[in-house]
Structures are given as structure tokens and as C-alpha cells.
């Protein structure tokens, strides 16, 4: 076998490969929005330097949960899951700096408090909205004063 045609062969199992990658995004991105309340949702995974540490990726409400996807992966699996009841609304901003190339032009960027600490989140003002209807809409008999 010549060098040309095994390369050949080698780019062609490359293209399938990128091709079938593509694919099983597209198909996990329906299964995910598949029963809706999936919206695009950024997450900073560190805050260690100015504007840097963003992700992005698509959030799902799943009853008393808030599901983080990561966009560009192939699992299943949310990679963060944020409970109701220990999640709340500190106030947003706009996106500054090196933030405004890593977000969706359209997103701001939202602090929240955790169980587990600090909590920064970007997306669409339409998605802030149902974000906080949602935050508010506690069950009944939850305690409003409790953090």
C-alpha cells in the first residue's frame, strides 16, 4: 500500500469519526430537550482569574433540580446539579471584559449562593426570568426565611 493511500484511509476514518461525533451531539441535545425546559446556560467553573473559567452548556429543570450540561461532550449525565431549596438569587451584570468572546453575546452573568458556595451562571435574560419564577415557585410548606 502507497503512502498516499493510506493516508487517504487515515482521513477518511478521521472524517467518519468527526462526523459520528457530530451526530451524537445533535441526537443527545434532542434527548436532553426532549420533555423541554432546556435553555442555553454558561457555568464558570473557576474564579480564579478575571473572565476566565467559563463553559458552555444547557441547563434543564428536572422538578426540584437544576441540571447543568456541559455543550460539547457526549455524556449523558448532567456534570452539576443544583437543588432548589439550597440555591439562591444574588443579582447579575453584564458580561466584562474577556467574559463577552467566552459568553453567548446575548447572556448576563448571574451570582447565586449555594450550599456549596458561589455559583456563577450566564445566560439569556428570557432564561433569567423563568430562572427566577422558578426559584420562587417553592412547593407549599417550604420555609421562604430559611437559606
Not at 28 to 56: K, M, N, P, Q, Y
Not at 81 to 99: C, F, K, P, Q, T
Not at 111 to 139: H, I, N, Y
Request: charge should be positive; aromatic fraction near 10%.
Amino acid at each position: 500500500m502507497a503512502w498516499w493511500e493510506w493516508l487517504l484511509d487515515v482521513s477518511g476514518i478521521v472524517l467518519l469519526l468527526l462526523l459520528g461525533y457530530g451526530v451524537g451531539l445533535v441526537a443527545r441535545r434532542r434527548i436532553l430537550a426532549r420533555h423541554g425546559g432546556t435553555f442555553e446556560l454558561s457555568h464558570r467553573l473557576s474564579a480564579g482569574a478575571d473572565g476566565r473559567g467559563w463553559v458552555l452548556g444547557m441547563g434543564r429543570y428536572s422538578g426540584e433540580k437544576l441540571e447543568w450540561f456541559r455543550i460539547f461532550t457526549l455524556s449523558p449525565r448532567p456534570k452539576r446539579v443544583w437543588v432548589r431549596e439550597g440555591l439562591s438569587y444574588d443579582g447579575r451584570r453584564e458580561a466584562i471584559g474577556a467574559e463577552q468572546a467566552s459568553l453567548y453575546p446575548d447572556h448576563v452573568v448571574i451570582q447565586c449562593a449555594s450550599r456549596d458556595g458561589e455559583v456563577e451562571l450566564a445566560m439569556s435574560l428570557a432564561s433569567l426570568t423563568g430562572f427566577q419564577a422558578w426559584l420562587e415557585s417553592k412547593p407549599p410548606g417550604t420555609d421562604w426565611n430559611a437559606r
